[in-house]
Every structure is written in C-alpha cells, then in structure tokens.
C-alpha cells in the first residue's frame, strides 16, 4: 500500500531470484540493503489533505501499523510474487487469515464447501467458532468433484481445499474443481500451507484466492507466526455480482465505497485489508514479517532439501517391520503418487503419516523414544519434527472424524527437516525398535 520505487526483481525474474528480491529493495533514506523492521505503531502525515486522502483510500500510505507497515509490506509483496498472485494482506497466524479471507466474502447465513481432508485446526475452526458468525461449511470428500458440484447453492461463498493435504498424504485433484466453481461463479479458495509456492502455485490450476499459515515453510525455522491472503487478481465478481454484494455493492463498512469498481484487480485485497483487518485486528508483527522474509529467500532450497529427505524416510520405513503403511505422495505405493507427479514435479514435500502396526500404544512410544526428532506441534521447520495426531493436533475430533483426516489413534505425523537423511533414519529406526 505504498509508492515505493519498484522492486529489483519483477515478475519476470525466476522463482529463486524473486524467492530473494521481491518486494524489497535498499531503503531510501539509510541504504540498508536489508529489509529494516520498521518497529512503528504510526506514520507522520505531512499535512490534514494527505491525511485525510489515506484514510479514504485515495492514496495508498501507511496511517496505523494494524492496517500496514513497511516491513509487512515487503513479505506480501514478496509472496504475491511468489504464488503470481495481483495482491496479499498479511495476518498474525494462518487461521488469522482464514478469518480474513472468509470475513471479506460472507454474511450471517452465508455457506462455503470445504474438504475434509485439512489440517486438524482448521476442521474446528470452520465447524465451531465460524458457526457462531452464522457461518455455514458443508464439508465434503475432496476425491469426488461431483460432491463439490451438489453442495453448491446459492449462498455459497467459496470452495476451500488443501491440494497437498496436511496430515493424511492427499493429494488433491484441483482441476475438476476449479472448473466446478467457476462454471457456477464460485471462488476457489486454496491452502498451500503444505507444499509452498516453491512445489504448487494454485493460481495455475484455477485458485482465485491462495492462504498460507507463513508460521511453517515460508518462515521455514520453527521461529514466527503468520499467515498470509493472496488474491489472483482474475476472478470475475460482476460475473456473479449478487453472489459476492460485499465486493459489488457499495459497503456501508467503507462509507459506500464498492471495492470491486474501485479497486478492481485487488478490491478482494483492499476490502481485506480496510475492513476485515482494520476491524478484526489480527496483523503481523513487524518482527515476524523480517523473520519470514529471511526464510523465504532459502526456501527453493529448504523444499528441495525437505522433500529429498522425506523420501529417503519413506522409502526407509516402507520396509521397517514395525511399520503396517507409510501415507507419503511420493511412493508408488500411494493411491495418490499419479496426481503428486501431475501437480508437484518439484518434490513431494516433507509431511507425512506412518501407521505403526503397535496401534495408538507403539505412536506414544516413538514419540517418547526419539532423541533427534522433536516431538512437538507444527511442520515446516529445518529440524525433524513428530507428532501423534491422535493424542495432539486432531485431538478435539471424533476417532471417525481422525481417520478420514489420515489421523487415526495407529499414527504418526513427521516432518521430516533438513539435516543429513542418514541421521534422521537411525533416530527413527532406534525408536521403533525400541517400541
Ligand atoms: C498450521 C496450519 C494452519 C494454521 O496456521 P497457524 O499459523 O498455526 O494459525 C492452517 N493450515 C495448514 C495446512 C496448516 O498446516
């Protein structure tokens, strides 16, 4: 939201370059060639004319670090690059920007169709605490489009999927449903959490809106929340006009500005930004947005790295008698390696599931046995990490609830880092022989 100089690299440099450049360049006043974080609540107007033009979105500037600072403004440039996408609001935390994207598009009553293949979190996000905005999701089995199709009404809002599914080893075939939403005018909403630009951009595939939790891969070190909303920029909103009123009528939020004719290509970021997070509050921290910066510069890298490791684990464990089933895309074995090589040429990622053929018993005691893996809740961090989904993250489910999450009470949650593959085996193998 600023007249910055442009960035060094545009969009037509390459992934690795724009992973390091995007969105930043060497500050103005000082040099400084990194990105300072820019530790202000406040921005001095020059005078009541400029002031007064900011806060009617006449002229884009920082006012209130809640609505944008310098330093989060470099990383949601930088990741909208990344994705391809026109614009992105930066939040405190993925689910921060669940309630944004969804906060921009719905109404009490309103509904929206999710898979049932998604982070645990996010599952109980949508079905108790959006409930009580009036907020309706339908939840349905992302392997049949057609279920996507017979779940549309007219108050659908947004279709929402992961199409590398965290933590059950799904793959999501994304190009039957995006063609379903679009020919009924519905937006499609995707979480890349899991596979980072790096391995999938949803926006090729038909995405109309892109989240990412930024605490995982993006920041990529186990070290700062976030999360982030990107928009591509093509979805037609006059097209379906009575379906989205909040982007193509005039919106007593705003003193009746109509953010799709005003801001067309990025009225969804706007109104995003202007309302959702100007009245919601859940913004970044300055601090978290230089670490997450930081991050995404290696993670070409990293992903590369992950996803070589993960599959010499896999491959590893396939064969470990203690084992019954290892729910990783990049084996053969998987129901869903076919759609991982159409969508994730790049690699596989570095989250998987193993079933123990011990039960919920043997997943307590790899848990307590590993020394080198960390037995804690989150993915995407350098160190190897893991996790009984059962007894952790998928715990607020039903049993039934967890096996069709891929969490049931036999299994195991890795993420498998970037240390040397050898080391991380012999941790793994220990403790499974153990238990
Ligand atoms: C972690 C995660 C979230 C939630 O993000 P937070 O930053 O923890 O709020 C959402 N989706 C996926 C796939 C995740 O892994």
Redesign the pocket.
């Known amino acids: 939201m600023t007249e910055r100089k442009p960035p060094p690299a545009d969009r037509s440099h390459a992934f690795e370059t724009r992973a390091v450049h995007a969105g930043a360049a060497p500050d103005p006043t000082t040099g400084a060639r990194n990105v300072p974080i820019y530790q202000t609540t406040s921005y001095v107007f020059d005078d009541v004319d400029h002031a007064a033009s900011l806060f009617n979105l006449q002229d884009f500037g920082y006012v209130y670090t809640r609505l944008g600072n310098p330093t989060v403004s470099a990383l949601e440039e930088r990741v909208a690059s990344l994705e391809g996408g026109r614009g992105a609001v930066a939040a405190a ?6 309630l944004l994207a969804f906060f921009s598009l719905m109404e009490p009553g309103d509904e929206f169709i999710a898979s049932r293949s ?2 645990g ?2 599952i109980t996000q949508f079905m108790h605490s959006f409930r009580r905005f009036g907020w309706k999701v339908n939840f349905v089995d992302p392997a049949d489009p057609e279920a996507f199709r017979a779940a549309i009404n007219a108050r659908t809002k947004a279709i929402f999927i ?1 199409v590398l ?2 933590p059950g080893g799904i793959v999501v075939d994304i190009e039957p449903i995006a063609a379903i939403a679009h020919e009924a005018g519905v937006l499609l909403m995707v ?1 890349n ?2 596979a980072s630009p790096w391995l999938f951009r949803p926006f090729e595939w038909g995405a109309d809106i892109v ?6 891969f993006l920041s990529g070190h186990g070290t700062s ?3 982030v909303v990107i928009e591509s920029g093509r979805f037609d909103w006059n097209r379906s006009a009575e379906r989205y009123p909040g982007l193509t009528k005039p919106d007593p939020a705003y003193h009746g500005l109509t953010f799709a004719e005003t801001f067309g290509d990025f009225g969804y970021t706007m109104k995003t930004r202007a309302v959702a997070l100007r009245d919601l509050g859940p913004t970044m921290a300055p601090m978290n947005a230089f670490m997450t910066l930081t991050g995404i510069e290696t993670l070409h890298l990293r992903m590369e790295r992950h996803s070589a490791n993960a599959l010499k684990v896999a491959q590893f464990l396939e064969q470990h008698p203690a084992v019954a089933r290892v729910s990783y895309v990049g084996l053969p074995s998987s129901p869903y390696h076919a759609l991982a090589r159409k969508y994730l040429p790049r690699g596989y990622g570095s989250v998987f599931t193993v079933s123990l053929k011990g039960g919920f018993q043997a997943g307590v005691r790899v848990v307590e046995g590993v020394d080198l893996l960390s037995h804690l809740a ?3 961090d350098t160190r190897s990490l893991v996790i009984h989904p059962a007894s952790t993250t998928h715990r607020q489910l039903t049993e039934e609830q967890q096996v069709r999450a891929g969490a049931g009470p036999d299994v195991l949650r890795l993420s498998i880092g970037i240390e040397n593959a050898d080391d991380i085996i012999l941790d793994l193998d220990r403790a499974l022989t153990r238990a």
């Open positions: 935390s993925g689910h921060a920007a669940q998604l982070y979190g996010s992961e599914a965290n979480d959490t899991m989240i990412h939790s930024t605490t995982k929340m976030g999360g989150n993915i995407g």
